[in-house]
């Protein structure tokens, strides 16, 4: 079975960096062609995805928030980390980890993710 | 960046109804193109991927279909667990480019 759950603080102050832990089981990050991506949702918005992890490390941003991502992943303990830097009250939001493959027809497709972590940013 | 226009952004209807919900990109995205279910606190559930292939395990009343900018997504006969936000997403550029629809409410009438 598949699982993804994410992990991180509740609250975090502006300026402060975020860092959220997506630890997973029942597939292996080193497998050719998985990836892991991060996606976040604003209280009562739309889905926003931020980053992508490959199995080959290859690392993906979202355009408009790259300067303050980092992604990367430690496949020895099934994780992947996310830091966001400079927290801001606007970047509240649940935010997921989300599987994906890099081949054939469902290559972009998110088929299993975490149940989400809910993330204020309030001083 | 390739932009996802879904319409309506909300809607009323009722049990046994049948739905349909439109996603339009910005430029053509082939047959990239996934849907997303999501219930209130709880994360997105993967539906159809590839426009019109359904996810395993998804009831047959779910279909999809469209190719290049224009897309939809059907259910054929509303059931009460299908009051739901309903999310396309496209993957044509992929990686990176994945963006999401702003979403469609389908609420009780």
């Known amino acids: 079975q598949v699982t993804l759950r994410e992990s991180g603080p509740a609250l975090v102050k502006p300026t402060q960096t975020l860092t959220l832990t997506c630890t997973f089981s029942?597939?292996?990050?080193?497998?050719?062609?998985?990836?892991v991506s991060w996606v976040r949702q604003p209280p009562g918005k739309a889905l926003e995805w931020l980053a992508l992890i490959d199995w080959d490390d290859d690392k993906y941003y979202s355009t408009s928030l790259k300067t303050r991502l980092t992604i990367s992943k430690d496949t020895s303990k099934n994780q992947v980390v996310l830091t966001m830097t400079n927290m801001d009250p606007v970047d509240t939001a649940t935010y997921y980890c989300?599987?994906?493959?890099?081949?054939?027809?469902?290559?972009?497709?998110?088929?299993?993710w975490g149940q989400g972590t809910m993330v204020t940013v309030s001083s | 960046a390739i932009r996802m226009t879904q319409s309506p952004s909300s809607f009323s209807a009722s049990t046994g109804d049948r739905v349909t919900i439109t996603c339009r990109a910005s430029q053509g995205i082939s047959s990239y193109l996934a849907w997303y279910q999501q219930k209130p606190g709880k994360a997105p559930k993967l539906l159809i991927y590839?426009?019109?292939t359904l996810q395993s395990g998804v009831p047959s009343r779910f279909s999809g279909s469209g190719s290049g900018t224009d897309f939809t997504l059907t259910i054929s006969c509303l059931q009460s667990e299908d009051f739901a936000t309903y999310y396309c997403q496209q993957y044509y550029s992929y990686p990176p480019g994945l963006t999401f629809g702003g979403g469609t409410k389908v609420e009780i009438k």
């Open positions: 590839a426009a019109s």
């Open positions: 989300a599987r994906s493959g890099i081949y054939g027809v469902t290559r972009g497709a998110f088929d299993i």
């Open positions: 029942g597939f292996s990050l080193s497998t050719s062609g998985m990836c």
